[in-house]
C-alpha cells in the first residue's frame, strides 16, 4: 500500500505539460482521471492522473514548481519502464538515464529517468526480477 494519497506539481506550460504527461505515463497504465476547471480550482486548471479511477499524480498550471523535483512511477515490468521512457522521450522529455538495473539500491532495482518539460526528474520504476 502506498503511502501518500496524492501529489501534485505545478507547471509552467499545463496543455504541453498534460499532453507529456499523458504520452509518458500511458506504458504504466496511468491515465487522465479527471479534469478541473480554472474557475473549479480557484484560478488554474488542474488534472488527475492516474489508474482505476484514482488520480494520484496531479498538475496545475500555476507555474514552474521550483526547485526542481523528483517522482518515480512504479511500473508492473521492465518492459514498461522502457516503453516509459521511450515515450517520454518522443513527448520531448530529456535524457537523464536510460533503462537499467539500480543496483545501489537493490539487486532488482530497473528505472528510467527523464526530466520532463519544466526540468523535473521522472523516474518509472520496476522491483520485479527479470
Known amino acids: 500500500m502506498s503511502i501518500i494519497d ?31 476547471s480554472a474557475e473549479q480550482a480557484g484560478g488554474h486548471a488542474a488534472a488527475g492522473l492516474g489508474r482505476d479511477g484514482k488520480p494520484e499524480f496531479w ?3 500555476e507555474g514552474r514548481t521550483t526547485p526542481h523535483t523528483h517522482f518515480a512511477f ?3 515490468s521492465r518492459a514498461a519502464v522502457d516503453a516509459f521512457y521511450k515515450a ?12 537499467g538495473i539500480r543496483a545501489i ?3 532488482n532495482y ?3 529517468f ?6 523535473h526528474n ?3 520504476v520496476c522491483h520485479k526480477p527479470a
Do not use: C
Open 6 to 36: 496524492h501529489i501534485g506539481l505545478s507547471v509552467s506550460d499545463y496543455r504541453k505539460a498534460l499532453t507529456f504527461y499523458e504520452q509518458a505515463l500511458k506504458p504504466l497504465g496511468i491515465s487522465l482521471v479527471m479534469e478541473v
Open 59 to 61: 498538475i496545475s498550471g
Open 74 to 76: 512504479l511500473a508492473e
Open 88 to 99: 517520454a522521450l518522443a513527448a520531448d522529455g530529456k535524457d537523464n538515464g536510460p533503462p
Open 105 to 107: 539500491y537493490h539487486p
Open 110 to 112: 530497473y528505472g528510467a
Open 114 to 119: 527523464v526530466f520532463d518539460l519544466d526540468g
Open 122 to 124: 521522472i523516474e518509472a
